[in-house]
């Protein structure tokens, strides 16, 4: 089966600072989404990613999917309380998105 | 109102009850979810189906069923609930990639269950 490993678990920044989180897959990755949470909360979808060196931005955060298609970095620029929460990772490992397998998440706080 | 709606939202309830959680969504979907959270664990998928007719395993199904009573509608059943089973229960739904469409998923609030 499919595992996907997410580092940092935990992340503290100063507001303004820049940071990434990253994403390793087991396996080669059919697309790969990321997800924002914030505590105790639904799930909000960011973006997905499909092809190899793919690169997608939303605002202030931007992901990319490495050309080997087993790792995906999420990058936020100058962060924001707005920012903090939990970001997860899932990854389709059957090119249908029958199913997608998560990483354990990144819990972000972002201070002032 | 939510696309995705779970009910009840909290729910405490003692070993060997019978508990079920319930899921509806005005998106259309034909796909349908149920995944758990646990500190430490992510999401972890439980059941999901396709269509109403269509019932699949999840990686942790043990202990749980499901219905999926029609196309909006899915519910999830723990039997006997036991303390383990103490965690944040996730419904989704989402649309078959392809046609411009991810096939992300689209989840609801969430359903806190606390089994003691």
């Known amino acids: 089966s499919q595992e996907l490993e997410q580092s940092p678990q935990s992340l503290i920044v100063q507001e303004g600072k820049n940071l990434t989180i990253n994403c390793t897959s087991s396996?080669?990755?059919?697309?790969l989404y990321w997800y924002k949470q914030k505590y105790g909360e639904g799930l909000i979808f960011l973006m997905m990613?499909?092809?190899?060196?793919e690169e997608k931005s939303h605002e202030k955060i931007t992901a990319k999917l490495d050309e080997k298609k087993q790792q995906s970095s999420l990058h936020i620029t100058a962060s924001q309380p707005s920012h903090a929460g939990i970001y997860l990772c899932?990854?389709?490992?059957?090119?249908?998105?029958?199913?997608?397998?998560f990483g354990t998440g990144t819990r972000l706080q972002v201070t002032l | 109102d939510a696309d995705v709606t779970q009910t009840p939202r909290n729910r405490i309830t003692k070993t060997g009850k019978r508990i079920m959680l319930e899921c509806s969504q005005t998106?259309?979907?034909?796909?349908m979810y149920w995944y758990r959270q646990d500190p430490g664990l992510g999401l972890r998928l439980i059941y999901y189906?396709?269509?109403?007719?269509?019932?699949n395993k999840g990686e942790i199904s043990d202990g749980y069923s499901v219905s999926r009573q029609a196309q909006a509608k899915f519910s999830l059943s723990l039997e006997s609930a036991i303390p383990n089973q103490t965690a944040l229960y996730f419904c989704?739904?989402?649309?078959?990639?392809?046609?411009?469409?991810?096939?992300?998923?689209?989840f609801g609030e969430g359903s806190r269950l606390t089994v003691l």
């Open positions: 396996k080669t990755l059919y697309g």
């Open positions: 899932g990854a389709d490992a059957t090119g249908t998105a029958s199913k997608l397998t």
């Open positions: 189906s396709f269509d109403v007719k269509d019932i």
């Open positions: 989704a739904t989402s649309n078959r990639p392809g046609g411009g469409r991810t096939g992300e998923l689209f």
């Open positions: 998106k259309g979907h034909d796909r």
């Open positions: 990613l499909q092809k190899g060196g």
